[in-house]
């Protein structure tokens, strides 16, 4: 089809525009490669292709003409009848599409502030400070636009570490009182657990152990998180690295927690009847079936 329109960049002008708006890199590619001036193509607002590449966050398509941004002043350094570079572009608010690939708005404003931080690259640090006719600066504009998402950011993630530290000291008091309650009782006259020569006692003893340290490892996480200053910086790091590995430990202290239950109830129950271990097994396995399962779209996303 390109080969029958032709070198004019007419027959390119909606094609290419919303090819970029959509990050389809093969059209794109393919219009370049036909008419590799089809890359001035200007939208109804005045910005070309590199600026729309810049304003609908369109990675596949940056990463296409980047070698061409960097070598060329002329593009590096243009600017919009707004007086707006292309980190001034970058600091506008991600369509609504765009901000919707990603969940939750603190990793929404992460994500902003990566594609801004990438943006800065192409400029020397002095350009950075380059005024548009409002007077704005790159990072003035960011922060205008990005204001009503930071705050939703910061509920966000304040709702969700308050959530998850109930959760996590829920777990922390029970395996707590488990560790100090020997399962079986211990001898009377010496102390020591009845079952302390059971395979089984052992795996709990250190699963249970395990499950503790990092369940209290995770509410320090949260807690942290609660505490923190919430500006907008801290979105870019300390934030979003607090909450995984928040979640992470969260989620390991659960797993070992099942364990040493897991371990209990075949001391309990198992001796005589070996066959009830599968079923246990089996019930182990249902809370991280379903995490998988009601994660699964976020993943192949």
Known sequence: MCNQLGSSTAHYREPMIHAVCQDTYEVVDEILFISPAAINIKNEEGHNIIQLAVINRSEKIYNLIYHIIER?????????????????LAGGLAPSFVLGRTT?????????????????????????????????????????????????????????????????????????????????????????????NEIAFTIFAVSNAFSLFTGATALLLFLSILTARF??????????????????????????????????????FCDQRPWMLAPIAGFACLPISVIVTLNSPYWQT
């Open 72 to 88: 060329t002043n002329e593009y590096r350094l243009m600017t919009d009848s707004s007086g707006n570079n292309l980190v001034h």
């Open 231 to 268: 500006s907008e910086r801290d979105f870019l790091v300390s934030l979003p690295r607090r909450l995984i590995f928040g979640l992470f430990t969260l989620f390991i202290s659960t797993a070992a927690m099942i364990v040493a239950f897991c371990a209990i109830l075949y001391i309990v």
């Open 104 to 196: 939750g708005a603190a990793l929404q404003l992460q994500r902003e502030l990566l594609w801004r931080e990438e943006i800065e690259t192409l400029m020397l640090p002095i350009e950075l400070t380059n005024e548009n006719v409002y007077g704005e600066t790159p990072e003035m504009v960011f922060t205008r636009e990005h204001l009503h998402l930071m705050k939703q950011g910061e509920n966000w993630i304040k709702t969700t570490a308050e959530s998850c530290s109930i959760t996590t000291a829920l777990i922390v008091t029970v395996v707590f009182a488990a560790g100090i309650t020997v399962p079986g009782g211990s001898n009377q006259d010496s102390g020591i657990p009845v079952f302390k």
